[in-house]
C-alpha cells in the first residue's frame, strides 16, 4: 500500500505564488514518473507538469515559464512551485505517481487533491 500527502495549497492574489508539495510513503521499491494534474469546476482533469526519475520534465503550454516541477527522490516527494498565478490557474490539484512494488509491478496512485485558489 502507497500512501500520498498533498499539501501547499490555498488561497492568493494573481500574481503571486504558491509551493504543492506530494510525498509518498508505503511499500515502494521505487518511483518512476511524478506529475501533477488540475481539474476545474466542469472541467476534465489535464496534465500540468510532469517529471521522470531521470528528472526530464514535461509542462502544460499554459504554465510554461511560470511553473516548475521538481523531486527529491530520498524522500520521494514531488513538488510544483507556482510563480505568477493567474485566476485560470485556479483548480484542484492532484500529484499523480508512479510507483514500482517489490514484484516489479508499477502501480499509479493520485493525491487526495489540494485546491489552489487565485483571486483577481
Known amino acids: 500500500q502507497v500512501q500520498l500527502v498533498e499539501s501547499g495549497g490555498g488561497l492568493v492574489q494573481a500574481g503571486g505564488s504558491l509551493r504543492l508539495s506530494c510525498a509518498a510513503s508505503g511499500t515502494i521499491r521505487s518511483i518512476n514518473a511524478m506529475a501533477w494534474y488540475r481539474q476545474a469546476p466542469g472541467k476534465q482533469r489535464v496534465l500540468v507538469a510532469a517529471i521522470t526519475h531521470g528528472i526530464v520534465t514535461n509542462y502544460a503550454d499554459s504554465v510554461k515559464g511560470r511553473f516548475a516541477i521538481s523531486r527529491d527522490n530520498a524522500e520521494n516527494t514531488v513538488y510544483l512551485q507556482m510563480n505568477s498565478l493567474k485566476p485560470e490557474d485556479t483548480a484542484l490539484y492532484y500529484c499523480?505517481?508512479?510507483?514500482?512494488?517489490?514484484?516489479?509491478?508499477?502501480?499509479?496512485?493520485w493525491g487526495q487533491g489540494t485546491q489552489v485558489t487565485v483571486s483577481s
Open positions: 499523480n505517481v508512479r510507483v514500482v512494488s517489490f514484484s516489479y509491478i508499477e502501480y499509479t496512485y
